[in-house]
């Protein structure tokens, strides 16, 4: 079956600042993976913007959020901001860099945020009505691999070194039940009722159990197989700013693993290794390395140092000598 209409791609090109763009029209949500130069994006986008997901505060990764600021005003909505600290410091210090004397006149915008700090999830809010004070709202352990989750995705995280903690992240869309058109119009169902019978199906714990449809039962097996298929969902990985270290490579292979698509920095060539072991980034073969051992479908590269200019098609090509599946 297809997969779900999912569009996701880089923000940048792949010599410029890393960060990719998810869109999931049929929920109306919009989500960034770091937020370095965001111009590249339309501005009717950015103000869709719903969550953000940030590896790390270096500019590169989040300069961009004077820009997402700039275009939010003027709308009522609520953003969603995960991270690791000092988030949720580099945050406050972005929003207490602008006077907000006039707010009373300004729609209401929230910055919810949430950051993993040694072992535990902080939350803080950020209101444009209270002038973006910071208000600390809560904390509590932290879950050991998943840092946000809803009914139709979630999203995993791994603590990674770049000589400072960053956070790796996997996005995954959840499997989904759906209904064969062809075979549902047949039933005696209409409306809410149909929705009914969805949920009955969508229950794994239903299994033995009946479903009355026209005054006669029929059981959750017979029902499932006959009106219903999975549509399988999509993973997404993104990994960007980490050294090459047996640790790294353990939670990076155990996060992306089986991958739809992993974004993943190249940094370097093969032959600078030892430049970027100084400076905590992968090569090309350390790129290709990971998604061959975590048995990614897709590979997409990004990152690249500007050292490199005019030779592109040397690192892709140097990736595709042990993992051809890249772009």
Known sequence: MAKPRIKHYLINEKYEDPGIVIEIDTLGEYILFDVGNIRRLDRHLIRKITKLFVTHTHMDHFIGFDTLL???????????????????????????GYTWNLVEFEPRIVFNLKQYNNGLFEYYSYDIKKKFARDFIKEEKADPDIIYENEYYRVRYAVLDHKIPVMGYSFEYKDRLLLKKDSIKDLPLKGREIGEFKKFLEDESNAGRSFTIGGKEYSWEELREKYSYIQEGIKISYVTDVVFSEENLEKIIQLVKNSDVLYCEAVFLSEDREQASKVYHLTTDQTAYIAKEAGVKKLVVFHFSRRYAGRRNQIIEE?????????
């Open 70 to 96: 700039r275009n939010k005003l003027g709308k009522e909505q609520t953003v969603e901001v995960f991270g690791i600290s000092p988030l949720a410091e580099n945050v406050y210090c972005k929003l207490q």
């Open 319 to 327: 990736i595709k000598e042990i993992f051809p599946n890249v772009e």
